[in-house]
């Protein structure tokens, strides 16, 4: 059995976007809204630094080859097309 526990969030906002709000509380279930909004910007952020640590592992990567892999590799290369 798998138990989910919520948390309360709270935040201010203008006295006029709350009284929009009230406006279309018939038309948007705005909790559920800003769970939504919430949930997106964490996986975004999550991404980025997910790419930004990929990307620091590369660069840190030590990409060298024995000596004399490239001529090799073109040897090989040019003797495939002949």
Partial sequence: MIV???KVVSFKVRKEIK?????YKDKVIWSE???RFV???????EA????EKVM???KEANWSFP???STQ???EDRDEDS
């Fill in 67 to 69: 000596r004399g892999t």
């Fill in 33 to 35: 809204e800003l769970r």
């Fill in 4 to 6: 989910s526990v919520s």
């Fill in 56 to 58: 620091k592992e590369l």
């Fill in 48 to 51: 980025k630094e997910a790419v």
């Fill in 39 to 45: 949930e997106q910007r964490i996986a975004e952020i």
């Fill in 73 to 75: 590799l073109i040897r």
């Fill in 19 to 23: 009284e929009k709000m009230e406006l």
